[in-house]
């Protein structure tokens, strides 16, 4: 029986969200095609050295995906929403010795809550995207999310801070298959972008060169502050916080005799703060502005396994409620790089239990 619900597809022009449209249309949805225009203007150079998920090649390559589906298809216009929650967002965040999670904002606050917002407003009773990612709704009525059939392409980290509201609108096809497996049913009905690359770096940064989008954004040079070791002993100039990360270690220019790493970034004072390997390590994460999926709230102390940032392998840590908004997490062993504006993620089993912002260690 053909199913009468609507989903609106968010197609980036690659692969994924291209087999996700065909999955769907075959589950007998009414299929829309919609491409996200976020911040894309123009440069024919950022064109073509960014063609993943947001370059303007996006828009050519979903349109005629979705002249094969025979899907109807739109581009809606979003960058007044993804400057607001992502680019300024960014920015305030280096500004301040954080390092952000820009892909996390924009799946929150553009690919999720603005998407859903319209596409409800034009009458979807669902929307749908290519992310490596399962939903499920729990017997405690609640949805989370559950790792995809591929740990390697698992992308529930970057998806932890969706709502329920999102959850419950929301439709994964992809979750179920491994990147093999939709290249491989991108060939076989004959998909143009079948063996595109997968896009890697920001998408608005694609050259990586974060502090110099910063200045240019800013339209002018940052101020430079001193290297000093957690004694206080100053070792010379910077070339401003927005350069460095907590835990970097290439590209500093000291030679200290010892692997030298980046322990804290102090933006009252433009000081980078260098220590050793032990001096990077710690048992503690601190985080807020959580958000939970497969619980309501944390009533007691948790075992659970966590996740620190996107290409962590994760760990085992208790977590419990410190504050109104904060947790502490006690990891079992030593972790390495406690960076404050990264994400933490917590896992129970396969689900996503919630996360949280790092703010630091103990």
């Given at each position: 029986?053909?199913?009468?619900?609507?989903?609106?597809?968010?197609?980036?022009?690659?692969?994924?969200?291209?087999?996700?449209?065909?999955?769907?249309?075959?589950?007998?949805?009414?299929?829309?095609?919609?491409?996200?225009?976020?911040?894309?203007?123009?440069?024919?150079?950022?064109?073509?050295?960014?063609?993943?998920?947001?370059?303007?090649?996006?828009?050519?390559?979903?349109?005629r995906v979705a002249a094969d589906l025979e899907i109807p298809y739109y581009v809606m216009n979003f960058k007044k929403e993804f400057k607001q929650h992502v680019i300024d967002y960014f920015i305030d965040e280096y500004l301040h010795g954080r390092t952000p999670n820009p892909c996390i904002a924009c799946n929150r606050y553009v690919k999720w809550e603005s998407l859903l917002k319209r596409s409800l407003d034009i009458g979807a009773d669902y929307i749908a995207t290519g992310h490596y990612a399962r939903i499920e709704k729990l017997e405690n009525g609640r949805y989370t999310l559950k790792r995809s059939a591929t740990l390697e392409k698992d992308q529930t980290y970057a998806l932890y801070n969706l709502t329920q509201e999102q959850l419950?609108?929301?439709?994964?096809?992809?979750?179920?298959?491994?990147?093999?497996?939709?290249?491989?049913?991108?060939?076989?009905?004959?998909?143009?972008?079948?063996?595109?690359?997968?896009?890697?770096?920001?998408?608005?940064?694609?050259?990586?060169?974060?502090?110099?989008?910063?200045?240019?954004?800013?339209?002018?040079?940052?101020?430079?502050?001193?290297?000093?070791?957690?004694?206080?002993?100053?070792?010379?100039?910077?070339?401003?916080?927005?350069?460095?990360?907590?835990?970097?270690?290439?590209?500093?220019?000291?030679?200290?005799?010892?692997?030298?790493?980046?322990?804290?970034?102090?933006?009252?004072?433009?000081?980078?703060?260098?220590?050793?390997?032990?001096?990077?390590?710690?048992?503690?994460?601190?985080?807020?502005?959580?958000?939970?999926?497969?619980?309501?709230?944390?009533?007691?102390?948790?075992?659970?396994?966590?996740?620190?940032?996107y290409n962590h392998k994760g760990a085992w840590c208790t977590i419990e409620k410190v504050g109104e908004d904060e947790v502490l997490c006690t990891f079992e062993e030593k972790q390495r790089a406690i960076t404050p504006g990264q994400a933490v993620v917590f896992y129970d089993g396969d689900c996503v239990l919630g996360g949280g912002t790092i703010i630091g260690d103990k």
């Open positions: 029986m053909k199913n009468t619900k609507t989903v609106v597809v968010g197609m980036s022009g690659g692969v994924d969200s291209s087999v996700a449209a065909y999955l769907l249309k075959e589950q007998g949805y009414e299929v829309i095609g919609v491409t996200m225009q976020i911040w894309q203007d123009e440069e024919r150079v950022v064109e073509e050295e960014n063609g993943g998920c947001c370059g303007l090649t996006a828009v050519d390559d979903a349109r419950s609108r929301t439709l994964m096809p992809v979750g179920e298959y491994t990147k093999e497996e939709v290249r491989e049913i991108a060939e076989k009905i004959c998909l143009r972008v079948a063996n595109k690359p997968d896009s890697q770096d920001i998408c608005f940064v694609p050259d990586g060169d974060y502090a110099g989008f910063i200045e240019k954004s800013l339209e002018g040079e940052l101020p430079t502050g001193n290297f000093v070791l957690t004694t206080g002993e100053i070792l010379g100039p910077h070339k401003g916080i927005t350069h460095y990360t907590v835990g970097q270690r290439k590209g500093l220019g000291l030679a200290l005799g010892y692997p030298a790493f980046v322990v804290e970034i102090r933006p009252e004072t433009n000081e980078v703060v260098i220590g050793t390997n032990e001096d990077s390590m710690s048992f503690y994460v601190r985080a807020n502005q959580l958000n939970f999926m497969s619980i309501e709230e944390i009533t007691e102390p948790l075992r659970v396994f966590a996740k620190i940032r």
